[in-house]
């Protein structure tokens, strides 16, 4: 069964609004968890890493204020894409490690703006 | 920075082997991951070399050569379910486990 769960799965909505995409880790507890985004055709390309109880680390060309990551417990991270435009419409996927862990990915949230 | 080189594709016959090669230039290896992607699926883990090799799993094997930035994913037995496209992800140590990934490899298995 899954063990990193991504809520929601599909999102359509307007230009503007603020969409927060939730990953759960559900057997155990995630040091650290990956925030990626991939176009059609094209491989995952990494946007940040997430520690628990510390600042998200970006990388290079992602707008933190555009993205914000809240990893507030070992179990779970958000991304929220803040005042969303067509350009963000992409696949974002979460994934997580713990002790002994392979990275394990969520089922991605698939997200179109309209 | 890392350099990892897949080819962008390849064809198969159904019941057939297909190597998938990966090579990689990082200066903190930390092992390398082989995923599997299914069309707007997400990855889902296929194996993990960080030591020299070939590891085995079921019709999977991955084989690494650390000194030559090396690795290839083997499929046996190819069905028709294994056209997906195959992520080769190396971790590297200094940059806090964090993966990156190769483009992938589209195989395409024909009857």
């Known amino acids: 069964g899954a063990v990193v769960s991504q809520h929601p799965s599909r999102v359509i909505c307007k230009s503007g609004t603020s969409v927060k995409i939730e990953c759960r880790s559900l057997d155990f507890q995630a040091t650290t968890m990956f925030w990626y985004r991939q176009f059609p055709k094209q491989s995952l390309m990494l946007m940040a890493t997430s520690n628990e109880g510390s600042k998200a680390t970006y990388e290079q060309g992602v707008e933190k204020d555009k993205f914000l990551i809240n990893h507030a417990s070992l179990t779970l991270s958000t991304l929220t894409v803040t005042s969303a435009h067509p350009e963000d419409s992409s696949f974002y996927i979460c994934?997580?490690?713990?002790?002994?862990?392979?990275?394990?990915f969520g089922d991605g949230t698939r997200l179109s703006i309209l | 920075g890392q350099n990892i080189d897949q080819p962008t594709e390849m064809t198969a016959t159904e019941g057939a082997i297909v190597q998938i090669n990966c090579t990689y230039q990082t200066s903190g290896f930390n092992g390398l991951f082989w995923y599997q992607q299914h069309a707007g699926e997400a990855p889902t883990f296929l194996s993990y070399n960080v030591l020299d090799g070939l590891e085995e799993k079921g019709r999977f094997s991955s084989f690494l050569s650390r000194s030559k930035g090396y690795s290839y994913l083997l499929l046996k037995e190819l069905q028709m379910k294994d056209s997906a496209s195959y992520l080769c992800?190396?971790?590297?140590?200094?940059?806090?486990?964090?993966?990156?990934f190769g483009g992938g490899t589209r195989v395409l298995v024909k009857p």
């Open positions: 992800a190396v971790r590297e140590g200094a940059a806090g486990n964090k993966l990156t």
């Open positions: 994934s997580a490690i713990g002790p002994d862990q392979p990275q394990h």
